[in-house]
């Protein structure tokens, strides 16, 4: 070769998830994209601005998390974590602890308790709350994040009250009196009473948290937040153009913002300010005692996205929800036919053969978490029936289906760790070390397919990203052992040495 180019690296073990190479030694790089992939012995007389030896670690494709919720693990980072809580008496303890450093009338926040691992099985209540810390509004988020806990100086914030009525999507619990108990559940809906932030702190937590999904590999993202709108996408594009955001990132917006985008001019995958337009997300809200909405409202409201030419994500996590799901797209698609409208379902958690078939008849992408399988494993053995566990999490099945897998997440309800999600779908251990249907279990090299390949056919971008192939985006990641090599127990211990975006350091450890 004989020309001169803006980056070159080399001595790597390259996995290039691309079928025509799978694997190479050394990678070019010109205008951001990746311009050459070859060996060693082919870079002699190749001149660079930027020579890097690799010295043998290995380089992957960046990672691309489909499913997080970028301001709110933003807002974990900084959070009282209460995810190791095993009792309420313990539980309670750290949040008395956390008011008695924290300015009084400030906000005491905390997230990643479950009642599952509570000694009383239960949530705590706002007169708890009010009794460990009187002079603070107080909200902790379950682990799931469909669900907080909020005291009374919290409540009033929010507006709600004895005499609060909910929207239709979302629960307030109430005591026999009918006064709330403080347990809110899909609490996205209430989500812009309690701002509790100032710009300037979330500013600082968005910067920290950008800098965690760089340090684990995260070089593109996709928000999936239902509640976005204008607003935040606005917000997104005052990062992006701040600087303080360099992963690519897709910002999903809720159906109900679906007018004004129209109203906006902004088209399906528009992209502005460096942040692309995401699918429209519609939740299915398994809460309450039936489905919310209901299977004719739902078809109704994919109906309308699917014609306004929008690619759908579908919040669906068990057998019925996911079938409501199905066939409300099927109905859309029969109604008017796209060409690839490749819409989504988020989660799938219970997805048995009959729904596996159909999914992959419509072309439908699963989005799922592999890491689930590691930090809520236990909680499904325990709580899931045996004839639903067979199905939980069937990345194998799915593939063999011909479905479209593509990993993430779900931030911060787990870790944003793909080498955690790797484990999990390779291992299927929880973190207690039980095995959950090993059947269902895929090889390393699959896990992190899900995590590139997949996750950018997710959203059209498998042109651009997934693979280190030449003409693609130049976004690649450094680690300190091959993961199709490790022993599988030791998948989750991988570390990032060097992240890449367009073919510049991002970071580094």
């Keep these: 070769m004989r020309c001169k180019v803006d980056a070159l690296l080399y001595n790597a073990r390259i996995i290039t998830l691309d079928p025509a190479r799978p694997s190479a030694e050394a990678v070019a790089v010109e205008q951001g994209r990746i311009l050459w992939v070859g060996e060693n012995a082919d870079i002699v007389g190749l001149e660079a601005e930027q020579h890097l030896d690799c010295q043998g670690l290995t380089l992957l494709p960046g990672f ?67 009794q460990v810390a009187p ?20 409540l009033a914030l929010a507006g709600i009250s004895q005499d609060y009525e909910p929207p239709d999507v979302g629960h307030v619990e109430r005591d026999e009196a009918g006064e709330p108990t403080g347990l809110i559940l899909e609490p996205h809906i209430h989500a812009e009473a309690l701002t509790p932030l100032s710009a300037a702190e979330q500013k600082d937590m968005a910067r920290e948290a950008t800098q965690l999904l760089l340090g684990r590999g995260i070089t593109s993202f996709q928000d999936a937040t239902a509640g976005n709108g204008l607003a935040h996408w606005r917000e997104f594009q005052r990062l992006k153009a701040e600087g303080e955001m360099p992963c690519r990132a897709t910002v999903m917006m809720g159906w109900e913002a679906l007018d004004e985008l129209l109203s906006q001019g902004l088209q399906p995958r528009a992209e502005e300010g460096g942040l692309r337009l995401g699918p429209i997300k519609i939740m299915q809200d398994e809460a309450s005692p039936t489905l919310q909405p209901p299977q ?49 379902i988020e989660h799938a958690s219970q997805c048995p053969p009959h729904l596996q078939e159909r999914l992959h008849r419509l072309g439908a992408v699963v989005v799922s978490q592999p890491p689930f399988l590691y930090a809520s494993g236990d909680r499904y053995l325990e709580t899931v029936p045996p004839e639903g566990q067979p199905w939980l999490y ?116």
Aim: no cysteine; charged share 20%.
């Design 135 to 154: 002079g603070h509004p107080i909200r902790l988020a379950h682990s799931t994040h469909h669900a907080w806990v909020l005291n009374s100086q919290a």
């Design 296 to 344: 004719a409202e739902l078809d109704a409201i994919v109906l309308a996205t699917h014609r306004a030419g929008f690619q759908i994500a579908i919040h669906a996590v068990e057998e019925p929800a996911v079938a409501a799901a199905v066939s409300a797209l099927g109905k859309a698609q029969k109604a008017y036919p796209r060409p690839d409208p490749r819409h989504r």
């Design 394 to 509: 069937p990345f194998g099945s799915l593939l063999k289906a011909g479905v479209t897998l593509a990993a993430s997440s779900d931030a911060p309800i787990a870790p944003p760790n793909p080498f955690l999600g790797i484990y999990s779908a390779a291992t299927r251990h929880s973190r207690m070390g039980q095995s959950l249907s090993l059947q269902e279990r895929i090889s390393p090299q699959q896990a992190l397919s899900m995590y590139t390949l997949g996750a950018a056919h997710s959203i059209f971008r498998e042109s651009e990203l997934g693979s280190l192939t030449p003409g693609k985006l130049a976004d690649f990641i450094l680690v300190d052992r091959d993961p199709t090599e490790t022993p599988s127990e030791e998948l989750k211990d991988i570390r990032v040495m060097k992240t890449f975006i367009g073919g510049k350091l991002a970071w580094e450890a």
């Design 64 to 130: 691309h998390d489909a499913h997080l919720h970028f301001f709110a693990f933003a807002s974990s980072v900084s959070e009282l974590d209460l995810s190791d809580a095993s009792s309420l008496t313990n539980l309670l303890a750290l949040v008395q602890g956390r008011a008695q450093t924290t300015p009084p009338g400030r906000w005491v926040l905390g997230q990643g308790y479950h009642e599952f691992h509570l000694k009383e099985k239960r949530h705590p209540t706002r007169r708890e709350l009010d």
